[in-house]
Every structure is written in structure tokens, then in C-alpha cells.
Nanobody, 125 residues
Framework: QVQLEESGGGSVQAGGSLELSCRAS????????MAWFRQTPGKEREEVAS????????YADSVKGRFNISKKPGDRDTLLLQMSSLKPEDSAMYYC??????????????????WGQGTQVTVST
């Protein structure tokens, strides 16, 4: 049973930084894609960034240059999302997800097999 647990969300002022973490357990390694999505009330879940098993990353245009996705050095079970220069429009519930397939540009949530419960990020002016 694959389980994903996010942490690191919180409240920050615009221009600030946060780092999200997602700990995966019960996962068999091989080809995979790990990603961060975000969702606000009334809107569809959107992919923010992804990283595949070869380390190739993809970012949404809205976060390029501000967010960095990576796996924790020495711990391939932990996915990180370093967020800087945060804007109020970055406020959302952030979810970690894992897919058995390679990452795709513009992928929607149907690509992913496993999801965490989410962690809230709130950016104030």
C-alpha cells in the first residue's frame, strides 16, 4: 500500500518562501513520476511541478523560476518543493502525487495513481 504524507505548508507573506515535503512509503521503485499539484476551491487540481525517475523536471509556467522540485539528497522516498517569491495566487492546497508512468507536460491528475492528503499554503499581501 503506497502512502504519501505531505508536510511544510503554512502561512507566509508575499515574497516569502516555504518548503513542502512529501514522504512516500510502500512504493516499489522503477519508472515513475512524482509531482506536486495544487487546488483552490471551485477550481480543478493543477500540476505545479513534476520529476521523473531520471530526474527530469517539468514546471508550470506560473511557477518557473520561483519553485524547485527535487528529491531529498540521500533519501529518494522524500519529494521536496522549494517555493520562493511567493504570491497570493500561490495560495492553495498542495498535493503530492505519484504515477507509474513518466511525467508528461501539462499532465492532468488522471495520470497519477497515488495521492497525499494535502497541505495548505496561504500567501498574504
Amino acid at each position: 500500500q503506497v502512502q504519501l504524507e505531505e508536510s511544510g505548508g503554512g502561512s507566509v507573506q508575499a515574497g516569502g518562501s516555504l518548503e513542502l515535503s512529501c514522504r512516500a512509503s510502500g512504493y516499489r521503485y522503477g519508472r515513475h513520476c512524482m509531482a506536486w499539484f495544487r487546488q483552490t476551491p471551485g477550481k480543478e487540481r493543477e500540476e505545479v511541478a513534476s520529476i521523473d525517475s531520471d530526474g527530469v523536471t517539468i514546471y508550470a509556467d506560473s511557477v518557473k523560476g520561483r519553485f524547485n522540485i527535487s528529491k531529498k539528497p540521500g533519501d529518494r522516498d522524500t519529494l521536496l518543493l522549494q517555493m520562493s517569491s511567493l504570491k497570493p495566487e500561490d495560495s492553495a492546497m498542495y498535493y503530492c502525487a505519484v504515477s507509474h508512468k513518466f511525467c508528461e507536460v501539462g499532465a492532468d491528475q488522471d495520470l497519477y495513481n497515488y495521492w497525499g492528503q494535502g497541505t495548505q499554503v496561504t500567501v498574504s499581501t
